[in-house]
């Protein structure tokens, strides 16, 4: 059941924009916020949660710290024999910083890529996006989930347009842990 659910994600989670730009290597990117809300919603839907479950490797170089993580993607409803499914996936996350914040950096990245590679999510440039997107309907249907208003949500502005959570989000979210 874990497979189709998966599947299931995977047709409600359209690519990712890219959202952020990398100034001091040139490139731009989709941040964890982007990935997360874009997951969010269909994994609750589908009832999956995803804990990390074990550090396999951690290897600093300097101010580079490279991780390997198994992360669990559980089916929070149990099979037709009481059991609740899951798959283990491996990732590597790599995170640089002098300032002692590479093990998160690398952390988040592992989690994104979790996510990402999990359920085939692909990432655009907005220039990619016209090839994607063929009518004025649909660019309008893009841009409402990108935008909250008249706000772009992204990792800085989250908590401030999303408010802070709500009690019923943290029940919502150990009902499912005790369905499991």
């Known amino acids: 059941m874990i497979a189709q659910k998966i599947l299931n994600v995977m047709t409600k989670i359209g690519p990712i924009i890219k959202d952020k730009t990398n100034q001091e290597k ?18 609750i839907d589908e009832k999956i949660i995803i804990i990390p479950i074990k550090v396999e490797q ?4 300097g101010n580079d710290i490279t991780i ?19 798959i283990d996936v491996n990732i590597p996350g ?24 999990t359920f085939a999510i692909p990432t655009v440039d907005d220039a990619e996006r016209s090839k994607l997107v063929g009518n004025a309907e649909e660019n309008a249907e893009i841009e409402s989930e990108e935008t909250i208003g008249s706000q772009t949500l992204n ?5 401030e ?17 005790q369905s499991a």
């Open 26 to 43: 040139g490139f731009d990117y989709a941040s964890i916020a982007a990935v997360i809300i874009k997951a969010r919603e269909a994994m």
């Open 58 to 61: 951690i290897v600093q170089k």
């Open 68 to 86: 390997s993580m198994i992360y669990r993607f559980y089916d929070a409803e149990a099979n037709n024999k009481g059991v609740n499914e899951y």
């Open 94 to 117: 790599e995170g640089c910083d002098k300032d002692g914040w590479a093990v998160y950096k690398a952390l988040s990245g592992a989690y994104k890529y979790a996510i990402t590679q």
């Open 155 to 159: 990792e800085e502005n989250i908590e």
């Open 161 to 177: 347009m999303l408010g802070e959570p709500s009690i019923d989000d943290y029940d919502n979210i150990f009902n499912l842990g």
